[in-house]
């Protein structure tokens, strides 16, 4: 039966998840990554060459895919963003319209959720929205999700995870779940600003760019968050770059990626002709500053990527660069504002949430508030967080701007999977769960 170690407890209060063997993980996912087939050549091709071979290998890993999972039944998870269009984009050209469903879960009137509706319209996909505004947060449901969908009990963000199975649960059984994981960030979006040259720094960059509940800080003090990485690449750093082995390894392994027992997600960002392609180009074409990721994808489905995304703030992927860069100035200027101005916060918030309110939610008194009372309350009564002041995280939430919502989230998903794991226990006559 799964026990938490003091390092995982640990892990999970800073990292958000329960972090295993990260060397094996990586090269389960990377093992048929090969960026020598490339050698020079992406040093010396022109950018239109890089372009045509990204779109070649893009389509290459989504007929792979499709031959890995088939299928009759296939479902989209559709966001606002490049990834899941991208991958709905690349399924139309082997798939009819009607052996595919997209689904998108938030609040109606965000980027998100609305987005979606859109894209499903002009391709002639049936879509199936679900308004996050009406989850029941009833805890005998929740633990009943948890302890049926996953084999650990300890699952990264398990709240999040709850709204996504009641938007799937009606129509994604016997379906394959398409996700856009590992899109944008086997593009480089995870990416210093410039090359960690050694495992040490690619080790404090990690550190510093996964932790969940940044600034604040769950773990004990004296808990080192390097002490679960590896002390060295466990690939070549000229096959794949420091910083993507431990991304992928990592992050994608034990916060992502994780298997549901009730569906089959699938992605093609994870085949080894595209990663071949995308890890062999030069750190300049992947960094956030000039990823050539989403200039292939726009380029590969032109049609679909000159309609408005939320990640370049209702603008297309073709909209010249200073445009995009002047409503990003105005995003944050009026994010400012709706923070000064309550009468402006009602329509700037909305647009740009995602998914959830969680720190509305909590600030007012509602089923979500309670159960998370309930559930932080539990923890603190196990004496396994006693470093942590929770009765003050618990009073911090009165504002929906609050900074706790996101610690007080992560420590209900722990709380939970206590609890899941007690019920195991118990069902199998063993004893109550502990440390």
């Given at each position: 039966m799964?026990k938490?170690?003091?390092?995982?407890i640990?892990s999970?209060?800073f990292?958000g998840?329960?972090?295993?063997?990260?060397?094996?993980a990586g090269?389960m996912v990377?093992?048929g990554?090969?960026?020598t087939?490339?050698g020079?050549?992406?040093?010396t091709?022109?950018?239109r060459?890089l372009?045509?071979?990204?779109v070649?290998?893009l389509?290459?890993?989504?007929?792979?895919?499709?031959d890995?999972f088939p299928?009759?039944?296939?479902?989209?998870s559709?966001s606002g963003?490049f990834?899941s269009?991208?991958?709905l984009a690349a399924?139309?050209?082997?798939l009819?319209?009607?052996?595919?469903?997209t689904?998108?879960f938030g609040i109606?009137?965000?980027?998100?959720?609305e987005?979606?509706?859109?894209?499903?319209?002009i391709t002639?996909?049936?879509?199936?929205s679900?308004?996050?505004r009406?989850?029941k947060?009833d805890?005998?449901?929740?633990i009943?999700?948890?302890?049926?969908?996953?084999?650990?009990?300890?699952v990264p963000n398990?709240?999040?995870?709850?709204?996504n199975?009641?938007?799937?649960?009606d129509?994604?059984r016997?379906?394959?779940?398409?996700?856009?994981?590992l899109?944008d960030?086997s593009?480089?979006?995870h990416?210093?600003?410039t090359?960690s040259?050694?495992?040490?720094?690619?080790?404090?960059?990690f550190v510093q760019?996964?932790?969940?509940t940044?600034?604040m800080?769950?773990?004990e003090?004296t808990?080192?968050?390097k002490s679960l990485?590896?002390?060295?690449?466990?690939?070549s750093?000229?096959?794949?770059?420091?910083?993507?082995q431990?991304?992928v390894?990592?992050r994608e392994?034990f916060?992502?990626?994780?298997?549901?027992?009730?569906?089959?997600?699938?992605t093609?960002?994870d085949?080894p002709?595209?990663l071949?392609?995308?890890y062999?180009?030069p750190?300049?074409?992947r960094?956030?500053?000039?990823?050539?990721y989403?200039?292939?994808?726009a380029?590969a489905?032109?049609?679909?990527?000159k309609?408005?995304?939320?990640t370049?703030?209702?603008?297309?992927?073709?909209?010249?660069?200073p445009v995009v860069?002047?409503?990003?100035?105005?995003?944050?200027?009026r994010?400012?504002m709706?923070?000064?101005?309550?009468?402006?916060?009602?329509?700037?918030?909305?647009?740009h949430?995602?998914?959830f309110?969680?720190?509305a939610a909590?600030a007012r008194?509602?089923?979500y508030?309670?159960l998370?009372?309930?559930?932080v309350?539990g923890l603190?009564?196990?004496?396994?967080?006693d470093?942590l002041?929770?009765?003050?995280l618990?009073?911090?939430?009165?504002?929906?701007?609050?900074?706790?919502a996101?610690?007080l989230?992560?420590?209900?998903s722990?709380?939970?999977?206590?609890r899941?794991s007690?019920?195991?226990?118990?069902?199998?006559?063993?004893?109550k769960a502990?440390?």
């Amino acid at each position: 039966m799964y026990k938490l170690s003091y390092h995982d407890i640990q892990s999970y209060l800073f990292y958000g998840a329960v972090y295993g063997d990260i060397a094996a993980a990586g090269r389960m996912v990377l093992g048929g990554c090969d960026t020598t087939i490339y050698g020079s050549w992406v040093q010396t091709a022109t950018t239109r060459q890089l372009i045509d071979e990204g779109v070649r290998c893009l389509r290459q890993a989504a007929r792979d895919a499709l031959d890995s999972f088939p299928s009759t039944n296939h479902v989209v998870s559709l966001s606002g963003g490049f990834d899941s269009r991208a991958i709905l984009a690349a399924l139309l050209e082997h798939l009819a319209p009607g052996n595919l469903t997209t689904i998108t879960f938030g609040i109606p009137g965000t980027f998100d959720y609305e987005l979606p509706i859109q894209i499903a319209r002009i391709t002639g996909v049936p879509h199936h929205s679900f308004d996050a505004r009406n989850v029941k947060w009833d805890l005998g449901n929740v633990i009943q999700f948890a302890t049926r969908e996953f084999e650990s009990p300890f699952v990264p963000n398990l709240i999040d995870r709850y709204i996504n199975y009641l938007a799937m649960r009606d129509v994604a059984r016997d379906a394959v779940v398409w996700e856009g994981t590992l899109g944008d960030n086997s593009g480089g979006s995870h990416l210093p600003r410039t090359p960690s040259r050694t495992w040490d720094s690619a080790r404090i960059y990690f550190v510093q760019r996964n932790h969940e509940t940044k600034p604040m800080i769950l773990s004990e003090r004296t808990w080192d968050p390097k002490s679960l990485l590896p002390d060295g690449p466990f690939l070549s750093p000229d096959a794949v770059s420091m910083d993507d082995q431990l991304d992928v390894g990592g992050r994608e392994s034990f916060r992502i990626r994780i298997p549901w027992r009730s569906y089959r997600k699938a992605t093609i960002f994870d085949r080894p002709v595209w990663l071949s392609f995308i890890y062999s180009l030069p750190f300049h074409l992947r960094s956030s500053r000039n990823p050539l990721y989403r200039r292939i994808v726009a380029e590969a489905f032109p049609s679909l990527f000159k309609l408005p995304l939320q990640t370049n703030f209702g603008l297309g992927a073709f909209a010249p660069r200073p445009v995009v860069f002047l409503s990003r100035v105005q995003h944050r200027v009026r994010k400012e504002m709706a923070k000064r101005i309550p009468r402006l916060r009602s329509s700037f918030h909305v647009a740009h949430l995602q998914k959830f309110d969680y720190a509305a939610a909590l600030a007012r008194d509602t089923d979500y508030s309670a159960l998370v009372h309930d559930l932080v309350r539990g923890l603190a009564a196990r004496r396994v967080v006693d470093h942590l002041d929770i009765e003050e995280l618990w009073l911090g939430r009165s504002s929906i701007e609050a900074s706790t919502a996101r610690p007080l989230r992560l420590l209900s998903s722990l709380e939970l999977g206590f609890r899941v794991s007690e019920l195991r226990r118990a069902a199998m006559g063993g004893s109550k769960a502990t440390t």
